[in-house]
């Protein structure tokens, strides 16, 4: 069981890991070099959950950013409140290729890591909570806004089945 002085100590380095990502995206030198293809503000939203037998957190307030280093490329990162009602926190790169990509829509695929979730023998990290995660996403946007549709894998040692994320997003 973990102390209130541990949990603390992990709140705060997630905290402190998320401020760090956001003040170097938010810089105007940051912005002008790195997101020379664009930088969009996510907002998580909600979940929808594979499973008709379990309840799970359906809305997932969170935010984050997409900076798009590459017109295929970008790396992404961010916290959201998950669907078991703990702190989540990811970070990772997103390749969209052109050849998926049709007016509005874009269809990508994001890798890295997430907190958050019990990943027994996968998981690294303090109680193995920060794991690998490959999902393919639905990119919508039209001018300066638009959402993320995501199909996260299940996560077999949380007893998380597949799930629909749904993120609303602006560009800055």
């Not at 969009?40 to 798009?68: R, T, Y």
Request: hydrophobic share 45%; charged share 10%.
């Amino acid at each position: 069981m973990r102390t209130g002085l541990s949990r603390f100590r992990n709140f705060r380095a997630h905290l402190l890991t998320a401020i760090a990502l956001a003040a170097s995206a938010w810089t105007p030198a940051a912005h002008a070099s790195w997101c020379g293809d664009g930088l969009w503000l996510d907002a998580m939203v909600a979940s929808h959950h594979f499973h008709p037998d379990k309840d799970f957190e359906q809305f997932n307030p969170g935010i984050g950013v997409e900076c798009w280093v590459a017109p295929q490329w970008a790396v992404t990162g961010g916290y959201f409140r998950n669907s078991l009602s703990k702190p989540s926190f990811y970070g990772g790169g997103v390749w969209g290729p052109d050849f998926l990509h049709w007016n509005y829509i874009r269809l990508a695929v994001m890798a890295g890591l997430i907190s958050g979730y019990d990943y027994g023998s996968y998981g690294i990290g303090h109680n193995h909570t920060v794991g690998p995660v490959a999902a393919p996403l639905i990119m919508l946007e039209y001018k300066h806004v638009g959402a993320n549709i995501i199909l996260i894998p299940p996560i077999p040692s949380s007893d998380l089945p597949f799930t629909l994320g749904f993120m609303l997003r602006v560009k800055f």
